[in-house]
């Protein structure tokens, strides 16, 4: 069996993590292609609905990436996200989802290399973990 | 345009961006794979779909299948989403039915597993297909434009956006953070390749600002608070107290004069310190404004109310001493910003091993510009600290530079500045002049000549990196002397070489507030500090924030003549953006539907620009669309999913999630 | 930070002396107990210690000298020591680079612990490498030592020499340009200190016994440079270095016709006199060169009753 | 025979309430009973199943179905109402949603089992049983509570923990007029509780909450939005058409009534608008203030775990067939 491709489903905000990716991309620096990138304006604008609806959807991690707190494109969207984030993370712990899995990040538009960094231990922390559901999950059932 | 309305048709296009995305992502079959996805029509790959053949082939196909949602996969969208747009548009589509996947910045660059690239493709065109079909026409909003621009910074690139915009016609608002304007340049002798005087080609323009109708100059000011949007921004100028009335002053000098300090004995920060000021002084003979300045910190009068203020003796019944004099808060609308903030010099005492600050022969290059300037503190006349005239001198290039325990970047000018530096300092001393460089850089007009001028001169080159400036003698020809110590890279020794004087050539830095700057402005940094472009290439001086632009050292190194032909791009698109009278906004806006709304107002702090009003009369929130900016933080907070955002609608990005998992 | 008063530890440092301190540096030995005893610190000597790693085994075999060096913080950790003390500045450097390359590379750190798994040991946990001019600088303080002074300064000028090895890489006992703490030691207790350019410069090390010319020439170039600047003396924390430009001035006189004859001394020393200590028990009696200097610098008869 | 419509009530995995609320209809159960045949009530009358069995496929006009769904046998009672009813119509928040009983999610039926049986005499309960050489099964219990929508396809949607017996009124009218709106629909407005609040102009445009309160620790005022006084008030979240019955007692809403229809996951949006109405803003202090919500999926999932997205608590391995 090939080894374990864990699946990361990212929201960036569009001012810095997403264009922090687009410089890693314009710096040729490799990293690990099991991110999927969701583009939202603003972290602020990631809905916890979102996040809940990938894990459903067979995301084995969750990453999102806004600007540093006090540099937030929209001013103060950035600690929404992190207020709903903290709050998220105690949830989804509590249904049973390790805390690497979800994982919330500042990386500003300079930090191409950061994107790499994270990406890349994320995707090494979840291999690791293995997968959020290991099969269709055999429960007592009819 | 054309609201869609039948079946949804979709086309994919995939582009190879040449073997830009080709080499690594597998076009064809995610092409392939998209003619598989329900309510794809047509899917395509192609080698440049940006280039004119590319957009046409979109088009026509929008003609003949009758497509009315597009996915481009190519590279980013903040490079070509508007591109695409337009093409869409062009066919008589809304714009908006179209969405870009970034298979290039996101992929192909950072991707090397040909297999697993191209799956991550294939991912990412299907959330897109599944997202474009829900995709809605929109309009853009219109916005008009104040004709009025804000220049921040008054060196030579703010003065000369400034001066291009007033010529114009256009209102200008001049900040300068210093009581004069003038910047660096101010401080140089001669510029190089050219030998010209700074002075000279600098003091006119200074006067022009000053006599100006269209500008506004307010030195000793800095900006102090910006709210708004492109066309439309609210600045906050803070006016700090200079004590002294600039619409009185007469600008005669007789105050500086009549000061009971009869001796100049405080450090001159124009002359970096190598002369004295009084409390009262004018920064540099040229300033502009030609007003004195009073420092509080050692005025007398600041310091224990007990003067005899002679100075506003002298000043008479003009009376323009006022110590009473509070800073003052200007508000002003304006339609463009541009931002000139210029740089910092490398603080040279952070390379300890160079021994500036330790050895007072050490100078820094700013320092040397003043000393060899004819209205310096010597008035050029290179003496040193210790009262000695050099023999010798040694130029280290570099200082802060290339270098990574301090900054990594090349500063740009600095070879340049050292050639001209160790041009003069021959040219006054007759000294003999060693320049200790790394690599030679004199990529500009005549400046490679200007090198092979100074190599007929007699100025000694030597390739290496100083490891040390110290004072310990090992001969008697060492004895009160500096000595570099340096590895002669092209000899393949290591060399002594004592020296009278060294010249530290410092790089350039941002400035250490550049940050707070940043912040007001909100505008991006590059890792090393300087203000972010929007584009290296296509948008050298735009910001990622719309309406302001960038010109001159705050942006990067550059050179005198590189900085004022970026101020001049920043103002041209200043006033192409004015003259434009309105720009049209991204239709990303958030909107309450209504009819969920249940008055719960949960949404109305999310909004930091006030957008959001609860009206109670409907009992329901309110989303004023031209101050909604788009960032969707109140959608995501709404517990009732009442508010939705245009091009960001709930039901888009489930589809993008969905889409990217649906083959889990 | 200089006069912050660190808790006194339980049972005192643990002192790991190293090769130099038992035989060729037992000044430096000698000085150091007197002094931590005037300070009222407490000294344990690491147990059953082995030698520490350092120069031509760290050179060699880098993985073997790291076992080395392991063997001896692993020990320090089970005397329940958060931190070892350690003067020589080879030992300093050796153990402080083990617990750096035990903590950052894995390879590393398996092999160390499986060998020390092997020899009966635990692992190194987080055993602090300490070295005494940090130690009296930060947990001592410049104000406390100069409160303790109970000597007046007979002296003659010094150069405070540091040495190439406990600056650099790693900065946490000075900075490795122009460090100044030991400087600052030797002011409080009132000894003039010159600016001295080479206080972080090759003494010529273990070059001396090897290539002489050229580390007799770096050596003669330091005793050089102290003279010109007016330098009676130098003050150092090294034992290599001590050892190194204290034996060999005879030598460099024969060679270069200069003489210099220039104490070449231990700080612990300076600092231990000041603070009332024998000459005898701060090993002042050992030194080969300057030893006239010295008889007349360090008189006990001379002894200024409580100065303060 | 009769001409009226026949209509059903069943209860799977429930309190009891939803059964109250019918009979709270007091004397209103007089005309509910003149309109419509009831055809199945256990809680009431007798019925056995195999009449409902006996009954042709179809014949029942609507089902009112109470309770989640964690037993084979409930599951197959669903079913088998199903096949029989023109309309199956989830009633109440256990139905709707899973429920108080939804929170079973959050352990499996071995840990449940082991929680509640281990250690006693006899060992757990066994799904068969031999006795007198006959063969009684008893009803499997399930590793996870689903709602009746999980199982079998429903119509309509009355919410709440109870419905209002006015729901009810207004469902079985609807039904008996025809007047039923589109298929899927919850029979109740499409906005939130704060629509219908005795307290809504009394809430602040610009709240921020420094942390959030039980109603023992403080003294709740009687006026003023209980979210402005700190409480953890659902209200904005749950779907109106309760009558603000808590409200009016002073508490503050747990969310019975569920979502509005745009939202996917109830617990996920009401946390997503009360913690983005929090005050503090760094890591710390977030985290600090947080500790006010010491079970976040007891406050914003109490009614609605088997509904969300997740469903369940993970499940650690394969657990033992029952």
């Known amino acids: 069996m090939s080894e374990f491709e864990p699946k990361i489903v990212a929201f960036f905000c569009n001012w810095c993590t997403y264009l922090a990716a687009d410089l890693a991309g314009t710096s040729r620096m490799k990293y690990a292609p099991n991110t999927r990138v969701i583009r939202v304006m603003c972290s602020g604008r990631v809905d916890p609905q979102f996040i809940l609806e990938a894990f459903a959807r067979g995301a084995d991690g969750v990453l999102i990436g806004g600007c540093h707190p006090n540099d937030c494109h929209y001013q103060e969207g950035n600690y929404k996200a992190l207020r709903r984030f903290y709050a998220l993370k105690e949830i989804v712990r509590q249904m049973g989802i390790e805390d690497e899995r979800l994982r919330l990040e500042w990386i500003s538009a300079a930090e191409g290399e950061r994107v790499k960094i994270v990406v890349n231990d994320m995707v090494g922390k979840i291999r690791a973990l293995g997968p959020l559901r290991p099969k269709p999950q055999q429960e007592v059932t009819a | ?664 | 930070m200089s006069t912050a008063q660190k808790p006194a530890r339980r049972d005192g440092y643990v002192y790991f002396p190293g090769c130099a301190l038992s035989a060729n540096g037992i000044a430096y030995d000698e000085s150091l107990r007197t002094l931590y005893r005037l300070l009222g610190l407490g000294l344990r000597e690491l147990e059953d210690w082995n030698c520490c790693g350092a120069t031509a085994y760290m050179s060699i075999d880098e993985g073997s000298a790291f076992l080395l060096s392991a063997r001896n913080l692993s020990i320090a950790h089970r005397m329940g020591a958060e931190e070892v003390l350690a003067p020589c500045s080879a030992c300093y450097l050796v153990l402080r680079k083990t617990q750096d390359y035990v903590a950052h590379h894995p390879s590393v750190r398996r092999k160390v612990t499986e060998s020390l798994e092997r020899a009966g040991l635990g692992p190194l946990n987080t055993v602090r490498v300490r070295h005494p001019l940090e130690v009296l600088y930060n947990d001592v303080g410049v104000a406390r030592i100069q409160s303790l002074t109970t000597r007046k300064w007979r002296g003659g000028r010094i150069a405070c020499y540091y040495g190439c090895q406990v600056v650099r890489p790693y900065d946490e006992v000075d900075k490795p340009y122009n460090p100044m703490r030991m400087d600052e030691l030797m002011q409080a207790v009132g000894a003039p200190t010159t600016d001295y350019s080479l206080k972080t410069k090759c003494c010529g090390g273990s070059l001396t016994g090897t290539t002489a010319e050229v580390g007799l020439r770096l050596n003669y170039i330091l005793l050089k440079e102290a003279a010109r600047k007016g330098a009676q003396a130098i003050v150092t924390i090294c034992p290599l270095c001590q050892f190194n430009l204290d034996v060999y001035q005879k030598e460099i006189a024969r060679q270069s016709g200069e003489r210099f004859d220039m104490p070449v001394l231990f700080f612990t020393q300076v600092l231990g006199w000041a603070l009332g200590g024998e000459p005898r028990e701060l090993g002042l009696h050992r030194s080969l060169a300057g030893q006239s200097l010295i008889q007349r610098w360090f008189a006990a008869k001379e002894e200024v009753e409580a100065y303060v | 025979m009769s001409t009226k419509p026949k209509v059903a009530f069943y209860w799977c995995a429930a309190c009891g309430g939803c059964e109250e609320a019918v009979v709270d209809l007091a004397e209103g159960i007089l005309d509910v009973a003149a309109a419509v045949d009831i055809v199945l009530w256990p809680v009431a009358m007798d019925f056995k199943r195999q009449d409902v069995e006996a009954m042709a496929d179809g014949s029942i006009a609507a089902t009112f179905l109470n309770g989640a769904i964690r037993s084979d046998e409930q599951e197959e009672m669903a079913h088998l109402l199903r096949r029989k009813s023109q309309l199956m119509i989830a009633f109440g928040a256990c139905a709707q949603l899973g429920g108080i009983p939804g929170l079973a999610n959050m352990w499996d039926r071995n840990s449940l089992m082991e929680r509640i049986y281990g250690g006693g005499e006899g060992g757990e309960p066994r799904t068969t049983h031999q006795d007198n050489g006959r063969s009684v099964h008893l009803p499997l219990l399930y590793d996870t509570v689903k709602t009746l929508a999980q199982v079998v396809e429903v119509d309509y949607t009355v919410p709440g923990c109870p419905p209002t017996p006015a729901l009810l009124n207004d469902a079985v009218a609807a039904l008996v007029a025809g007047k039923l709106p589109p298929k899927g629909a919850v029979l109740a407005p499409d906005r939130a509780l704060c629509d219908e609040c005795p307290r809504k102009e009394s809430k602040p445009e610009k709240l921020s909450i420094a942390e959030f309160k039980r109603p023992h620790q403080i003294l709740i005022d009687h006026e003023q939005c209980l979210l402005a006084q700190g409480l953890m008030c659902l209200g904005a979240a749950t779907r109106a058409s309760c009558g603000a019955r808590c409200i009016h007692g002073n508490m503050p809403c747990t969310g019975c009534f569920g979502p509005t229809s745009r939202v996917r996951d109830f617990g996920a949006k009401a946390m997503s608008a009360l913690t983005s109405l929090m005050e503090a803003k760094e890591d710390k202090a977030i985290l600090e203030a947080l500790k006010s919500v010491p079970d976040p999926i007891g406050t914003f999932y109490r009614y609605s775990l088997p509904a969300s997205l997740l469903a369940r608590k993970r499940m650690e391995e394969t657990p033992n067939a029952g």
């Open chain 2, 1 to 664: 345009m054309s609201e869609a309305g039948g079946p949804v048709r979709i086309g994919v296009y995939v582009c190879h961006c040449g073997t830009n995305i080709a080499a690594v992502v597998g076009c064809g079959e995610v092409a392939d794979y998209a003619r598989s996805l329900a309510q794809v029509a047509v899917s395509r790959e192609y080698k440049y779909l940006c280039s004119e053949p590319g957009q046409e082939l979109i088009r026509q196909d929008i003609r003949d299948h009758g497509l009315n949602r597009i996915v481009v996969a190519s590279c980013s969208p903040h490079l070509h989403e508007h591109t695409f747009r337009a093409a869409v548009e062009k066919s008589g589509l809304n714009p908006f039915f179209m969405h870009m996947v970034n298979i290039r910045e996101h992929n192909s660059w950072v991707h090397e597993d040909r297999a697993k690239a191209t799956a991550k493709a294939n991912d990412m065109v299907r959330a897109a297909v599944r997202r474009v079909a829900l995709q809605q026409s929109l309009s853009r909003g219109r916005v008009e434009i104040n004709p009025g621009v804000l220049v921040v910074g008054g060196g030579i690139a703010g003065i000369h956006a400034a001066m291009t915009l007033a010529n114009a016609g256009k209102k200008v608002h001049l900040v300068e953070r210093q009581p004069s304007i003038g910047g660096h340049m101010a401080m140089f002798d001669k510029t190089f390749p050219t030998l010209d005087c700074a002075a000279c080609i600098l003091t006119p323009k200074m006067s022009s600002v000053k006599a100006h109708p269209n500008i506004t100059l307010w030195s000793n000011a800095e900006v102090t608070g910006v709210a708004g949007y492109v066309g439309n921004f609210d600045v906050k100028v803070t006016r700090w107290p200079r004590y002294i009335d600039e619409d009185l002053c007469t600008g005669c000098l007789q105050c500086v004069e009549a000061c009971v300090y009869k001796e100049a004995r405080f450090p001159d920060g124009f002359n970096m310190g190598l002369s004295k000021r009084k409390p009262i002084y004018l920064p540099f003979p040229q300033a502009v404004p030609q007003v004195p300045v009073i420092d509080p910190e050692t005025c007398i009068q600041f310091k224990t109310g007990k003067c005899k203020k002679t100075c506003v003796a002298a000043c008479a019944d003009r009376q323009a001493i006022d110590f009473q004099q509070k800073e003052k808060i200007e508000q002003i609308r304006v339609g463009a910003i541009v931002i000139a903030t210029g740089f910092q010099p490398f603080d040279a005492s952070r390379v300890p091993y160079y021994g500036y600050g330790v050895y007072p022969n050490v100078y820094t290059s700013l320092e040397v510009e003043r000393l060899v300037n004819a209205s310096g503190p010597t008035g050029g006349d290179v003496v040193l600290r210790d009262g000695r005239r050099p023999k010798s001198v040694g130029v280290i290039h570099c200082v802060g530079s290339r270098d990574v325990d301090s900054n990594r970047w090349c500063s740009r000018v600095c070879c340049m500045y050292s050639l001209k530096l160790a041009h003069l300092l021959k040219e006054h001393t007759d000294a003999e002049i060693f320049n200790f460089y790394i690599d030679m850089r004199t990529p500009g007009k005549g400046f490679e000549e200007f090198y092979q001028k100074l190599l007929n001169e007699g100025v000694h080159f030597i390739r290496g990196r100083v490891a040390e400036v110290t004072d310990w003698a090992l001969d008697p020809t060492e004895e009160d002397k500096l000595v570099l110590r340096v590895e002669d890279t092209l000899l393949g020794t290591v060399r002594r070489i004592p020296v009278d004087m060294v010249v530290l050539s410092v790089g350039l830095e941002p400035h250490a507030d550049a940050g707070e700057v940043r912040r007001l402005f909100n505008i991006s940094c590059a890792s090393e500090g300087f203000f972010l472009e929007r584009h290296p290439k296509l948008a050298p001086v735009n910001t990622f924030t719309d309406g302001i632009f960038l010109a001159g050292c705050c942006q990067g190194p550059k050179d005198i003549p590189d900085t004022v032909a970026q101020a001049g791009a920043a103002a041209a698109e200043a006033l192409a953006l004015i003259d434009a009278g309105a720009v049209e906004t991204e239709p990303n806006t958030a909107h309450v539907i209504e009819e969920s709304c249940s008055g719960c107002r949960t949404c109305v702090p999310m909004c930091p620009y006030n957008a959001i009003v609860f009206d109670a009369a409907a009992g329901r929130a309110r989303i004023e669309q031209v101050l909604c900016k788009g960032c969707g933080t109140c959608v995501a907070a709404c517990p009732s999913a009442a508010i939705g955002q245009h091009l960001f609608e709930d039901a888009e990005i489930f589809e993008e999630i969905e889409g990217v998992l649906a083959n889990v």
